[in-house]
Every structure is written in C-alpha cells, then in structure tokens.
C-alpha cells in the first residue's frame, strides 16, 4: 500500500482518439505488476446519461459491467488489462453529474444557494473521482477524461482537476497526452501541437507532470528535451508512445520508456518492486507466434465499425492465443446476405459468430447465417440476438412455424417465439430499463456449453429486453433444440443448443464481457478449438464434447 489513495488523471490534446484508455489501461498494469491496487474511471463529457441509448456508429460498444452499469466501451479495456471487475462508479458522464446536482437542488439540499458550475458542479465531479479512493482498497485511481482539451463540454472536468491537484499536493499528478504529427512534405514530426495543447491546459491552471507523445514516427534526437523546455516539465517525464503492433505491446513499450518509474518517482514512492509481466508476455508470445490460422465468420449489422464488436473482436484474439492460434476475423455485413448468396459468403469459414444487437435491420441477413451453419455443420456461437436468431430460425426452418419471430421484429406474429420479458413491458423509459449485469445460470450436465466452462454453475453478464417464450419449449425439445442454460430463479432460457451438430451453441448472455488477457472466456476458448478441429476435418459431436 503507498498510504493515502494516489490520484492520477489523464487528459488529451490536439484530437480524440489518441489512445488515453489504453495508455492509462498500460498505466495501470505496470503498476499493478508492481504490486499496487489499482482502478481507472472514465468521465465522459456527453450529456447522455450514459452510453446505453447510444448507437455504436457514434461511440462504439456499449459496455456492461458486473453491477449493471451501461458504460463506456474503455472499461472493457480497464477490464482486460487489469482482470478486475468495474462498476457504476468507474464510469461518469456529465449528464449523471448534472442530474445529481439538479435532483439535490430540487431537494433543498443547497440551502436556498444560487447553483453553479463552480462549486457546484466541480464538487460533484470532485465526489465522484474519490468515490473509489474513498474505498480504502486502491493505491491509485487513475482517471481518465473523454474528449480534448479545449473543448466546451470537458472544461468543468479540468476545472474539478485543477481543484484536487491543488487539494491533494504531492498525492496526485496530471498526464496529459498529445500527438506529434508527421509532415511528409518536410519528412518531420511537429512539435507545435503538443506546445499548443499544454498552453490550452496552462491557460485553465493545470500543469501536466508528464507528457505522453503519440506518434507514428520515432522521435528525433533532443525532440524530448525540446517539449520538455516548452512545456515545463523533466526531460525524463516526455515519454514517446509509438505506434504498436497490438494495444497489448503498449504495456511493454511504456515500461521500456519507464512510465511507471517516472509516476512513481513524482508521487514520492520509493521502494517499489520490480514488475511481475510474466503471464503478460506470454500471451504476447502466443498471440504473436501462433501455430495456425483459424477464419471465424461475424456477422452483424454494424460491421464497418469493428469498435461496435470490441469486446466480441478482443476475446477471440484471447481465445485464438489460448489455442495458440490467429483468429482471422470476416467482417459480414448481415444486410447484405440472401438466401441466394448466403453460401457464396460464408463458405470456408471454419467458425460463425452471430453478432448481438437491436432492431429490424439485418435481421433476415442474420437468420440466413444461422440456417447455413446449422445445415452444413459449421461451428456457431449465437450472442444475445444471435441466439434469439438462432431460435427463430430454428422454428421457421424446423419446426415449420412460417412466420416466427420476435415480437421487437414483429408485434403481430402468430408464433411468438422471442418475447419481451414480463418484468418489461410496463416499462417506458429506454435508458437503462433493460435486464442489466450479473445473473446467475444453472448448466445441463454433459451439454457442449457445460463442458466449455468445466462446470454447470456460472454467472454472465446481460443485456436484453426480449426472452425464449417457454410456451415452445417442448415443441423445441423434441425437434432437437434444448434449453441447457436456465435462470435458477426466473427459469429464463440463458443457452440453447442443438443435439444433432457438432458445435451450435446460443447464449442469451454476453460472455465476450468477462474475457480478459489473463484469462480467456471458456467459450470462446473453445468454439475457436471447434472450429480449428472443423477447418482439420476432425470435429465431430463426439470430439466435441471431448
């Protein structure tokens, strides 16, 4: 333990999408090798509650955490680095925060005070960064916030950091990180922007401690020591974040420019053990090193932005490195699959994954993908509305029920096979009304599901509106689909398989949410197996539940 709980934020210049979420995820890893608790929060400066009414073509995945938090999709990353759980706290927006100031108003807890953004809106935010410190079990809260400098919406957050840099002395420290452009018609990187991005954070009274440059090109010799004299800071504390191979080198190339060493040493911590990276670079190895290539097909509706699968893409690349493999991702659009070309995209592929989602679009896309895995014996992993896919189609194609389907699809079909939950129905609010986080789920013994997992008592994460209709159930059962997972309390249907195939498993839940580096969901552990055992010509049921 360091004593008091440390604060480090982490801010952004010059534009978005510079990486602070795996630069801070990086951060704490090597701390946390160090043998340091560690948490990282993200303050996103939308006015959205949180992401949860958000389409990912505007932010990516939305990320479901252990409690039922809809959230940023860096806390997958948090998540994955550092293999602990987040929380509603690790996440905070500016609507969240203006909200709770709103309701405290309207509750007299002011006292008849004029509310402001200063103190008001700056001491909600100040509550919400040392919530988690004020657990007494994290040496470091590192918090990381959304968007640039400069921007409108983010100026209450630097605001709030300037307070409790100030408040906290020497236990908190400001990163910020910024870009140095290349400019080919000179053939050099450009310090000015990262000079500029200072200035703007100087100008709102916060001095960076440590500048993290993001950059496609190495540094040039006395580039460090010409920031470092601009920008007011040691020529130790300018690190260079080059452009990796894979956002897992980021750890190891931040502790080679001694990151970790740098915080440490500004924070007044000494005696601090050497890192333990050992199960880190082994995976790297893994990953990088890989004895076959396996090509899994996803098939979704938002394919062209692969951040919309995040979590789905980096535990198949967890999975592939368990195997000892590289998962090649294809990236089917489920609009664009017909009865007519369905086999003409999706023959070769040894794996097909059918992507979660909401609404109409796609979907008949999405029930071609699952009729031709199912009739050419292809390994298949339905999510969440994949396997509500899988189970519509199943009725149509098997159980000869024409016009099947979900009642968010169609309200009116005859044969209700997926319908809104019961506990759902009365509600109007979209936000944050859907079955959200961690439930637990009672295994079949012998099922496919039951032996990737080792055990018939798990717990998985959701996010659904819509449920099985165990009206169907033993119509389903007796055609040779079955329902091998079920809620203990509510017997809602969570794992549907298939007896007659070698490997077709659907899950209510999202188990792409609890894959992390270290540890590797099971099923995707072993549907990317299966589907290295498919594409050998060695998969059977029997090798399957092997």
Excluded at 70 to 79: A, V
Excluded at 445 to 466: M, N, P, Q, V
Aim: charged share 25%.
């Amino acid at each position: 333990m360091t004593g008091s709980t440390k604060y480090i934020f982490v801010t952004g210049g010059v534009t978005s999408s510079l990486g602070k979420g795996i630069v801070s995820a990086s951060l704490a890893k090597l701390l946390q090798a160090r043998g340091f608790t560690v948490t990282i929060q993200k303050l996103d400066p939308y006015i959205n509650i949180d992401p949860g009414t958000l389409n990912p073509y505007e932010h990516g995945e939305c990320y479901v955490t252990e409690d039922g938090a809809e959230t940023d999709l860096d806390l997958g990353h948090y998540e994955r680095f550092l293999d602990t759980p987040t929380s509603q706290a690790n996440n905070v927006t500016t609507g969240r925060i203006y909200q709770n100031v709103i309701n405290k108003e309207r509750r007299g807890e002011y006292l008849g005070k004029t509310v402001q953004v200063i103190p008001h809106i700056t001491d909600e935010i100040k509550r919400h960064i040392q919530a988690l410190g004020r657990k007494g079990i994290y040496d470091f809260v590192i918090t990381e916030v959304g968007g640039t400098v400069g921007d409108i919406e983010s100026l209450p957050y630097v605001e709030a950091i300037r307070q409790l840099k100030w408040e906290k002395g020497r236990d908190a420290l400001a990163i910020h990180l910024t870009l140095l452009p290349y400019l080919s018609t000179s053939g050099e990187l450009k310090t000015k922007p990262t000079q500029h991005s200072v200035k703007e954070l100087l100008s709102l009274g916060v001095q960076p401690d440590i500048l993290v440059c993001r950059t496609e090109h190495p540094m040039t010799k006395g580039m460090k020591d010409k920031i470092a004299l601009f920008c007011n800071v040691d020529q130790r504390a300018v690190i260079e974040s080059a452009d990796a191979d894979t956002i897992y080198d980021v750890p190891l190339l931040m502790q080679q420019e001694q990151l970790d060493v740098v915080v440490l040493e500004k924070l007044g911590i000494a005696n601090y053990p050497e890192p333990d990276l050992d199960r880190w670079r082994e995976f790297l190895r893994r990953h990088k090193n890989p004895k076959a290539t396996v090509r899994i097909g996803l098939v979704g509706k938002y394919v062209e932005l692969h951040d919309a699968y995040k979590s789905i893409k980096e535990a198949l690349d967890h999975a592939g490195a368990e195997n000892e493999a590289k998962v090649d991702i294809q990236w089917i659009h489920s609009e664009k699959l017909t009865a007519k070309n369905v086999a003409k995209h999706l023959q070769g592929l040894s794996g097909i994954l059918v992507a979660p989602g909401f609404g109409n679009r796609g979907i008949e896309g999405k029930l071609e993908a699952v009729r031709y895995t199912r009739e050419n014996k292809v390994p298949f992993l339905g999510i969440c509305l994949g396997m509500q896919c899988a189970v519509i189609e199943f009725a149509r194609n098997v159980l000869g029920l024409a016009e099947a389907n979900s009642t968010e699809m169609n309200p009116d079909t005859p044969w209700p096979v997926i319908s809104m939950m019961e506990e759902q129905k009365a509600k109007v609010d979209m936000g944050g009304t859907m079955r959200l986080g961690a439930y637990p789920c009672k295994l079949s013994e012998g099922s496919l599901t039951a032996l990737a997992y080792g055990k018939t008592s798990i717990k998985e994460r959701h996010r659904h509106r819509y449920e099985f209709n165990n009206d169907f159930l033993e119509q389903y059962r007796k055609a040779g689909m079955s329902a091998v997972g079920v809620n203990p309390q509510t017997k809602l249907v969570e794992v549907v398989e298939i007896k007659d195939h070698p490997w077709f498993v659907g899950v209510q839940y999202h188990p792409e949410y609890k894959s992390t580096v270290i540890r590797p969901h099971p099923l995707f552990t072993r549907f990317v197996q299966v589907a290295l055992q498919h594409q050998e010509g060695t998969l059977d049921r029997k090798a399957a539940m092997a």
